[in-house]
Nanobody, 118 residues
């Protein structure tokens, strides 16, 4: 079955950096675009960044453009999110899923908590 395992979150001060990882299994990873989402309690899940199957095209939400970078390693079935210049408003649980226009899988991983606070 599909598994998406996110990691790399934590507590960081404003202006700091984190690198999130998502290891995927149970589907043809290299044939699928991948995306990172984030969710704050009481709000809908927000699409943060997308990357095509080959990795040659990426897109970002305006709120993270210029600060976050999505990348992938198809051999390791892993998608990454490098987050720099973090702001308190980036605080959320971060999730990955397949697809670039919509989440392909209804089952989500456990997510990884990112907290930006001084």
């Amino acid at each position: 079955q599909v598994q998406l395992v996110e990691s790399g979150g934590g507590l960081v001060q404003p202006g700091g950096s984190l690198r999130l990882s998502c290891v995927a299994s149970g589907f043809f990873f290299s044939a699928n675009g991948m995306s990172w989402y984030r969710q704050v309690p009481g709000k809908e899940r927000e699409l943060v960044a997308t990357i095509t199957s080959s990795g040659d095209t990426t897109n970002y939400a305006d709120s993270v453009k210029g600060r976050f970078t999505i990348s992938r390693n198809n051999a390791e079935k892993t998608v990454y999110l490098q987050m720099n210049a973090l702001k308190p408003e980036d605080t959320a649980v971060y999730y990955c899923n397949a697809g670039v226009t919509m989440a392909l899988f209804s089952s989500w991983g456990q997510g990884t908590q990112v907290t930006v606070s001084s």
